[in-house]
């Protein structure tokens, strides 16, 4: 075995727990030959879930808690209060250094309050923004911060843009990835306060490659590889896009359905439109790293079925195998001392 | 003829002025038998396009220009300079009491910058918001701000609430609207600054029917009549809504052309499909207008058709008839009378 890479799931945490969280980071096992699992959860249905999988006893071990954290406790109080839940044990896995990364399809606040609480930043990182991935006409997107710190100032922004473009050129493979800024209009003059203040700050970074303002418009396109916005802006994104498409898919859907010849007609195109549709399927890139933590935290959405928990694990072995804190660390220090 | 309501249209604004322009201000005359149109716009392309309507020439004028404002002049240097221009000659008269509305699919920054500079704002009103009906699975929703001015004050918020409200109740006929400002969640304690700070004050509008926060996830499907938002938010939230249906409907398209099987298919569902699209198509509610000035400004989209232009005209007269500048300003001076 090349590297150990000790991966956290939350066996309790999202709708289908524990049943397809436990399916999906089990058929992790096969795909990634490094990789060990530990399951935190409750003893009983933890270990029901168990029982219907064979693999390697060496590789998975459950560590048994008492408590869950609900989707509606308010996070940080629930951090504090429910020290024997599968969250906050798993989150100290992480902090005392006994696994590299943790994924979570429970409670969004909880897990990234408890990232950055228990988990802690990387030296010199202000704030970790939670950073998923959005599916384009062109292939994926990073956006950054989606949730996780509203009201950001332009430094933190800036890292925002950095860490993405780490991210996006190592996990992802993309050269360069072009790096933009969202706004409300292309011309230099336009954009909020924040805005105005973060573009010159991005036009002197070295090491990213900044293109410059885009346009909500312009995001589903594909027109830039690694998005930067403050959280609230980020959040407003992402559950638009979420939003939009699913509202009109169920539209076309109810369209296909209201008369016979409608019926046929969709028999003929649904192989093809179930094709393309899945293109537009965020759960095939896993869940959304919180990145600049002493370690990996990864929150996979609520509704997470096994691929998603699957693909949300292999992204932590991807995560560690190409050592993306050490390069984050160097890039953020690195700009912090030539200030 | 009860009452005249005259309506200047820039004959120069908008990616299809003149033609589609003066075709659709021409287009409303049989609609409304009350309006009376002024064209503002360069002489001979404004004769060429008159010329080819019958039309009572009582009730159609023009004035000419010999500017035109640029989409990509800087706005503000625009309205300062250009004072010859079809943009600022139409707002003046709407300025002077010459006119009571004006609509233009030009410059967005022109007209919204001018319109604050020359009509200017309602007496009591801080800030006057952009305000265009969206399009949902249950019908149409009011979006404001919408990207007149960013970086609001939660004062401003408030008005915009009941500007909307308003607007929503006496020109849309919906009893009660539903206000909702726009949040990352739909708890309490969730928001940026600006959220958290404006929620108790518009719980404390006696004149409104707020429901509290709405997700961006569930703009799309209609939960609220009114949606309030500063105005870098509502613009995301409408070029996102713009960018995720066209950018899927095109994928939808090219999935339909790809194969015989496919084609076939199309054929049997496009008179259906055609019909659920069209209910997504904002141009049929006409353009967003510009509330809380002492007169109406209205601004269509840049690619602007007869059609829109018509209902935007149309718009105008209804918000005359309905005396909605003297329903604003009663309900914002009142409000700032029991402080």
Redesign the interface.
């Known amino acids: 075995m090349e590297q150990n890479i000790r991966v956290v799931v939350d066996a309790m945490g999202g709708d289908h727990a524990p049943g397809e969280i436990v399916k999906g980071a089990i058929a992790a096992l096969d795909a990634e030959k490094d990789l060990t699992l530990v399951f935190t959860g409750l003893k009983k249905p933890l270990d029901a879930e168990l029982r219907k999988y064979k693999f390697d006893a060496g590789r998975v071990r459950a560590v048994y808690t008492k408590e869950v954290i609900g989707m509606?406790e308010?996070p940080v109080a629930a951090i504090r209060k429910k020290k024997d839940s599968s969250i906050v044990a798993g989150l100290n896995m992480v902090k005392h250094g006994e696994a590299d990364a943790f994924v979570s399809a429970g409670s969004t606040?909880a897990v990234l309050a408890g990232g950055q609480l228990l988990v802690g930043r990387l030296k010199g990182v202000e704030r970790p923004p939670l950073a998923p991935l959005i599916p384009?006409?062109k292939g994926v997107s990073l956006l950054l911060d989606c949730?996780a710190n509203?009201?950001a100032r332009a430094s933190q922004l800036v890292q925002f843009a950095k860490m993405g473009s780490i991210y996006m050129e190592h996990i992802m493979g993309i050269k360069k990835p072009r790096v933009a800024i969202?706004n409300?209009?292309s011309?230099e003059?336009k954009?909020?306060?924040l805005?105005k203040e973060t573009i010159p700050l991005l036009k002197e970074c070295r090491d990213i490659h900044f293109t410059g303002s885009i346009?909500?418009?312009?995001?589903?396109?594909g027109e830039a590889d690694v998005i930067v916005c403050e959280?609230?802006?980020g959040?407003?994104?992402?559950?638009?896009?979420?939003?939009?498409?699913?509202?009109?898919?169920?539209?076309?859907k109810?369209?296909?359905m209201?008369?016979l010849?409608?019926k046929?007609?969709?028999?003929?195109?649904q192989p093809?439109?179930k094709?393309?549709l899945k293109?537009?399927d965020a759960t095939q890139y896993g869940g959304a790293p919180l990145l600049g933590l002493n370690g990996l935290v990864v929150k996979a959405h609520g509704s997470s079925k096994a691929l998603e928990v699957k693909h949300s694990v292999i992204q932590c072995v991807n995560f560690s195998k190409q050592k993306m804190n050490e390069k984050i660390s160097r890039q953020i220090l690195a700009a912090s001392t030539s200030e």
């Open positions: 509606s308010p606040g384009t006409s949730g509203v009201d969202v409300i209009g011309e003059e954009g909020n306060a805005v346009e909500a418009r312009d995001i589903p396109y959280a609230f802006v959040n407003v994104v992402l559950k638009m896009f979420e939003g939009v498409s699913s509202m009109l898919l169920k539209e076309v109810k369209t296909l209201s008369s010849r409608t046929i007609g969709a028999l003929l195109i093809a439109l094709k393309t293109n537009f």
